[in-house]
């Protein structure tokens, strides 16, 4: 079965730095999809960034980035010119390309807060 | 406006009385799912449905029935809640397998 591994419980950033948020998975498919998800105070999921597994090159979302590792089964997102609205709880996801159902495999979250 | 809606958004409730959440879909989305979300879990799936009539168990899907009697709406029922159902439930739907999901809003539920 394949786990999603957040190893961050929270993390702090200053309005209008960078951060990086950690990911780590474990899985023995070659065809997937990774997502990133932010949950702001409304419990809404709002999709961030989505990485499929057979493109190298990492995909970008304005100021949101990823750095996707596949060898190393990493997928990190940075957020650049942090804003106090990017303030939420951050899901990483993984997803099989092969498995019926659309089943997304979460991290457990890392809460963002951003200092203003 | 697409949107996935879910009802309630807040239930508190006593052990054991049979309890249903829905879930309806305006986009004709194939695929629904049912997550439950836990502090230090993340979201984990409950059941899920590719079309109409057509269900299958997710990862947690102890205590819980879902039924697709037509597409746009996937009720989730607590025959007999249990204080360990206490959580975080969301409804997602997507056009089919390996699509974007869309969640609702989150259905918060608390079994005393």
């Known amino acids: 079965a394949q786990t999603v591994t957040q190893s961050q419980p929270e993390m702090s950033v200053q309005e209008a730095e960078t951060v990086t948020l950690s990911c780590t998975y474990d899985?023995?498919?070659?065809?997937?999809?990774l997502f990133w998800y932010k949950q702001p105070p409304s419990r809404q999921m709002i999709l961030v960034i989505r990485?499929?597994?057979?493109?190298?090159q990492n995909a970008t979302e304005n100021r949101f980035s990823v750095n996707f590792q596949k060898a190393a089964k990493s997928f990190s997102l940075k957020i650049s010119d942090s804003q106090l609205g990017d303030a939420a709880m951050y899901f990483c996801?993984?997803?099989?390309?092969?498995?019926?159902?659309?089943?997304?495999?979460f991290g457990a979250g890392t809460i963002l807060r951003v200092k203003s | 406006e697409a949107q996935v809606t879910q009802n309630p958004r807040y239930l508190i409730t006593v052990t054991g009385k049979k309890l249903t959440v829905t879930c309806s879909q305006n986009?004709?989305?194939?695929?629904m799912s049912w997550y439950r979300q836990d502090p230090g879990l993340g979201l984990r799936q409950i059941y899920y449905s590719m079309n109409v009539e057509v269900t299958d168990k997710g990862d947690v899907p102890e205590g819980y029935k879902v039924s697709r009697k037509e597409k746009r709406n996937f009720p989730l029922i607590l025959e007999s809640p249990s204080p360990n159902q206490t959580s975080l439930y969301f409804c997602?739907?997507?056009?089919?397998?390996?699509?974007?999901?869309?969640f609702g809003d989150g259905t918060r539920l608390s079994i005393l």
């Open positions: 997602a739907s997507s056009p089919f397998n390996n699509q974007p999901q869309h």
């Open positions: 996801a993984y997803r099989s390309a092969r498995e019926y159902g659309n089943k997304l495999v």
């Open positions: 899985t023995s498919e070659s065809d997937y999809y």
């Open positions: 990485q499929e597994a057979y493109k190298q």
């Open positions: 986009m004709n989305h194939e695929y």
